[in-house]
């Protein structure tokens, strides 16, 4: 289903890093096993130190995974917050609008390009009366 991202895989929207978790051994030359909270259990604790970054303790960078609203199934689902601005693309044939979305838990440069008709449809009450911004 589109808008909905497992836990840990790579996209455009997934969440950059979550809360910091300290690590509790090393596995291996290019692993560390973290110490994960209680409703992370079904997470495999074992993580590549690609996929980690170094706590520097800047807040912003950290998102609260109470925020996210990890589903059990260690889904989640983004929510856009604001439409910024509209664009029509002229193809050989036809028009074809899109809308740039502010998501949830997301800085505006991170805003992304959507169809228009996509999110008419899902996120209806982000138009006033059928109207984005030009």
């Known amino acids: 289903m589109k808008g ?20 509790s051994k090393r596995v291996g030359n290019v692993a560390n096993e973290l110490e994960l909270p ?8 074992v993580f590549h130190i690609s996929m980690l970054k170094k706590c520097m303790g800047d807040p912003s960078l950290i998102i609260p995974t109470e925020d996210i609203w990890i589903k059990d199934s260690l889904s989640f689902e983004e929510i ?27 800085f505006i440069e991170e805003a992304t390009w959507e169809a228009e008709e996509d999110m008419t449809k899902r996120y209806h009450h982000l138009f006033k009366f059928g109207e984005v911004p030009n």
């Not at 996209?11 to 978790?21: A, D, H, M, T, V």
């Not at 209680?38 to 604790?45: E, M």
């Not at 917050?81 to 074809?96: F, P």
């Open 38 to 45: 209680q409703k992370l259990v079904a997470v495999h604790p």
């Open 80 to 106: 856009p917050v604001q439409i910024l601005d509209r664009q029509v693309r002229k193809l050989r044939t036809k028009e074809v609008a899109s809308v740039k979305a502010l998501w949830r838990n997301h």
């Open 4 to 23: 909905v991202m497992r836990f840990g895989k790579k996209g455009k929207l997934s969440p950059r890093y979550i809360i910091p978790y300290r690590i």
